[in-house]
Each structure stands twice: as structure tokens, then as C-alpha cells.
């Protein structure tokens, strides 16, 4: 039996410039899943008002993270593929396809499918790179995922792995990740912030687990790090839009503790596994003026997991535990 793992993160625009950012940016925010509001008004709002003064605006944004490999996310995501290929090959997987798709933009899902219908392929792991679980991120990469095998006529036995946020070696990379830092930068922080992506509160206020995903991953960390309640903080950035999205957010935090004069802080963004624009432009940048302008001392990125050997180890045996488990979610 042949049998295919197809990662599935979020997506990038193909260049850092205003016309790619809109194109990129139009079908990201034109999701359902991403913005719940009536489409026709919604519509009107993100082109005739949203996308020109966004497309500008991010494609600076965009620039500043942008390197010669290209889109950060893209990069590490191919990289993570083909390591995730080389670990399979080590383990006498050759039964095993690996490859990823972009949930917005290139690869497209539908084209990665089609690849693995045309490889005839008969089983299908659907694996989104979010290791806790929200509509807005997952579900749709899933259910996308599922249209297009009906489009494509393609009937493979289909398995999904929805979160893993809990994870023992997940945690524990995360945890490494952090305390090699702590040894090349010669010592402990005042305070760990543990800075995830933020979602609407409403989608918490009907059922959506993500937020206690969050905070169950920063307690677990936490644990993992041996941390007094006192020396890390959880937090929710990305805010978009005027409606309350679940708290506290990260601008306030690092603004209060730059208030309080911390001496040292060390970020870290356990929600994304791979470094991207929110990770390397709005923390990274964006979070450190915040912090140093409102009085507070040094503040230090901790990198996402990327290419870590511990966490692609990790990925891989997920991926495997999904893939040849019946009914594994």
C-alpha cells in the first residue's frame, strides 16, 4: 500500500511586493473560516478599503523578514518536508510519500493532491503545522484539503492529525529550544513570555478549544522548564479588526513589562514551527521596540523549532502514529 503525508501550513506571498501581498493577502482574508462576516458587505470592505492600504503596508513588513532563500515560512516549511523524507528513509519507510502545501498561495494543496493522485497513492495523511487547534487555522486547512480531493475525483483512505499541543516530544523541543538558549546567552530571563497567535474571542465563546490548547502548551512548557508561576507569562498577538480577541495581548504585556523596568526578557512563539512574519517581524521587531520604548531592559528572541533535530523526530513519529493508526485525529 502506498501512502502519502501532505504538511499543511498557512502561506506567504511569492515576493515582498504591494501587488503580490494583496494577491496573497485577498485570498487569506476572502476564507470564511478567517473573517465571519457576511460575504457581500465583507467584500466590499477588503478591496475597496482593506487591500489597497494593507498591500503596502505588509509588503514592508514582508521586506524586512524577507532573505535570499526567500519567504522564511516557505523555507523552513520545504526544509522540515525534506528532513521529515530523510528520517522516513532511515526508518526503511519507502512506503511513505512526504510533502507540503500552502493553505494560501503556492503549493496549493489541490496540486500537491493531484500529485499524489497521479502516484497512486491509496492513503492520505492531512497534517497542519498548528500544533493547537482553531477553525481559522486547521479546520480550514482540512476541510480545503477535502474539497479538492472531491474536485479531483481522488478517493484515497484519508487520516488527519487536528492538533499536538500536548505532545511529549513536541513540549520537549520546545523546552531544549529554550534552555540552549538560556546557554549561549549566559543566563535566565526575569520573565518567559510565551506569545501565541490570538483568535476572536467569540470563537472561544462557542466552543473552540484553542485558547485552553495555548494555555495547556505554556503550562506543559512551563513544567517542562521547571518555571514559577511568577517567571512566565502567556499572551495572544496578532489582533486584526475592532472585535475583542482573547487576552491578554501581547503588545499590552511587553508594554507593562517594559513599564515595570524588567531587566531581561526571553520571547518565545510555541504556536508556529516554523519562523515567519509573525514571529520575525512582529515579536522579533516589532515587540522589542515595544518593550525597550516603554522602559524595559534586554529582550531576546528564542526561535521557533525550523529544523530542529529533536522536533523533526518528533514530527515524523506523529506523522506515522496518524498515518498507520485507523481513525487516528
Same mark, same amino acid.
Given at each position: 500500500?502506498?501512502?502519502? $503525508?501532505?504538511?499543511?501550513?498557512?502561506? =506567504? &506571498?511569492?515576493?515582498?511586493?504591494?501587488?503580490?501581498?494583496?494577491?496573497? +493577502?485577498?485570498?487569506?482574508?476572502?476564507? &470564511?473560516?478567517?473573517?465571519?462576516?457576511?460575504?457581500?458587505?465583507?467584500?466590499?470592505?477588503?478591496?475597496?478599503?482593506?487591500?489597497?492600504?494593507?498591500?503596502?503596508?505588509?509588503?514592508?513588513?514582508?521586506?524586512?523578514?524577507?532573505?535570499?532563500?526567500?519567504?522564511? +515560512?516557505?523555507?523552513?516549511?520545504?526544509?522540515?518536508?525534506?528532513?521529515?523524507?530523510?528520517?522516513?528513509?532511515?526508518?526503511?519507510?519507502?512506503?511513505?510519500?512526504?510533502?507540503?502545501?500552502?493553505?494560501?498561495?503556492? &503549493?496549493?494543496?489541490?496540486?500537491?493532491?493531484?500529485?499524489?493522485?497521479?502516484?497512486?497513492?491509496?492513503?492520505?495523511?492531512?497534517? &497542519?503545522?498548528?500544533?493547537?487547534?482553531?477553525?481559522?487555522?486547521?479546520?480550514?486547512?482540512?476541510?480545503?484539503?477535502?474539497?479538492?480531493?472531491?474536485?479531483?475525483?481522488?478517493?484515497?483512505?484519508?487520516? =488527519?492529525?487536528?492538533?499536538?499541543?500536548?505532545?511529549?516530544?513536541?513540549?520537549?523541543?520546545?523546552?531544549?529550544?529554550?534552555?540552549?538558549?538560556?546557554?549561549?546567552?549566559?543566563?535566565?530571563?526575569?520573565?518567559?513570555?510565551?506569545?501565541?497567535?490570538?483568535?476572536?474571542?467569540?470563537?472561544?465563546?462557542?466552543?473552540?478549544?484553542?485558547?485552553?490548547?495555548?494555555?495547556? =502548551?505554556?503550562?506543559?512548557?512551563?513544567?517542562?522548564?521547571?518555571?514559577?508561576?511568577?517567571?512566565?507569562?502567556?499572551?495572544?498577538?496578532?489582533?486584526?479588526?475592532?472585535?475583542?480577541?482573547?487576552?491578554?495581548?501581547?503588545?499590552?504585556? +511587553?508594554?507593562?513589562?517594559?513599564?515595570?523596568?524588567?531587566?531581561?526578557?526571553?520571547?518565545?512563539?510555541?504556536?508556529?514551527?516554523?519562523?515567519?512574519?509573525?514571529?520575525?517581524?512582529? $515579536?522579533?521587531?516589532?515587540?522589542?521596540?515595544?518593550?525597550?520604548?516603554?522602559?524595559?531592559?534586554?529582550?531576546?528572541? $528564542?526561535?521557533?523549532?525550523?529544523?530542529?533535530?529533536?522536533?523533526?523526530?518528533?514530527?515524523?513519529?506523529?506523522?506515522?502514529?496518524?498515518?498507520?493508526?485507523?481513525?487516528?485525529?
Amino acid at each position: 500500500m502506498s501512502s502519502a $503525508i501532505l504538511l499543511i501550513n498557512l502561506g =506567504t &506571498p511569492t515576493e515582498p511586493t504591494p501587488a503580490a501581498v494583496r494577491t496573497y +493577502l485577498k485570498e487569506f482574508l476572502s476564507d &470564511p473560516y478567517v473573517v465571519e462576516i457576511p460575504r457581500l458587505p465583507w467584500w466590499i470592505i477588503l478591496n475597496c478599503f482593506i487591500l489597497p492600504k494593507r498591500g503596502k503596508e505588509s509588503a514592508a513588513r514582508y521586506a524586512a523578514v524577507w532573505t535570499k532563500e526567500g519567504s522564511p +515560512l516557505r523555507f523552513h516549511t520545504e526544509k522540515q518536508m525534506k528532513l521529515v523524507r530523510g528520517y522516513l528513509g532511515e526508518r526503511k519507510r519507502t512506503d511513505v510519500m512526504v510533502d507540503y502545501a500552502m493553505r494560501y498561495g503556492e &503549493p496549493s494543496i489541490k496540486s500537491q493532491l493531484s500529485v499524489f493522485k497521479e502516484k497512486n497513492v491509496n492513503r492520505v495523511l492531512l497534517l &497542519p503545522l498548528y500544533p493547537q487547534y482553531a477553525r481559522s487555522s486547521t479546520a480550514t486547512a482540512i476541510d480545503a484539503a477535502k474539497a479538492a480531493l472531491g474536485n479531483l475525483n481522488f478517493q484515497p483512505q484519508l487520516r =488527519t492529525r487536528e492538533h499536538f499541543y500536548d505532545a511529549p516530544g513536541y513540549i520537549e523541543a520546545l523546552a531544549n529550544s529554550v534552555r540552549e538558549f538560556r546557554t549561549r546567552s549566559a543566563g535566565r530571563p526575569d520573565k518567559l513570555v510565551m506569545s501565541f497567535h490570538g483568535v476572536p474571542q467569540y470563537t472561544i465563546d462557542r466552543g473552540e478549544p484553542y485558547q485552553q490548547h495555548c494555555l495547556q =502548551t505554556g503550562q506543559l512548557l512551563a513544567a517542562a522548564l521547571n518555571l514559577a508561576e511568577h517567571e512566565y507569562q502567556i499572551c495572544f498577538q496578532s489582533r486584526f479588526g475592532r472585535a475583542k480577541w482573547i487576552q491578554p495581548y501581547t503588545t499590552d504585556v +511587553l508594554t507593562e513589562l517594559g513599564k515595570q523596568k524588567t531587566s531581561r526578557i526571553d520571547v518565545i512563539c510555541p504556536g508556529f514551527v516554523s519562523d515567519c512574519l509573525e514571529t520575525l517581524e512582529e $515579536i522579533a521587531l516589532e515587540g522589542k521596540q515595544i518593550f525597550k520604548e516603554a522602559g524595559g531592559g534586554e529582550f531576546n528572541y $528564542i526561535p521557533c523549532l525550523n529544523e530542529r533535530h529533536d522536533w523533526l523526530q518528533t514530527l515524523t513519529n506523529l506523522a506515522l502514529d496518524a498515518l498507520d493508526t485507523p481513525g487516528k485525529s
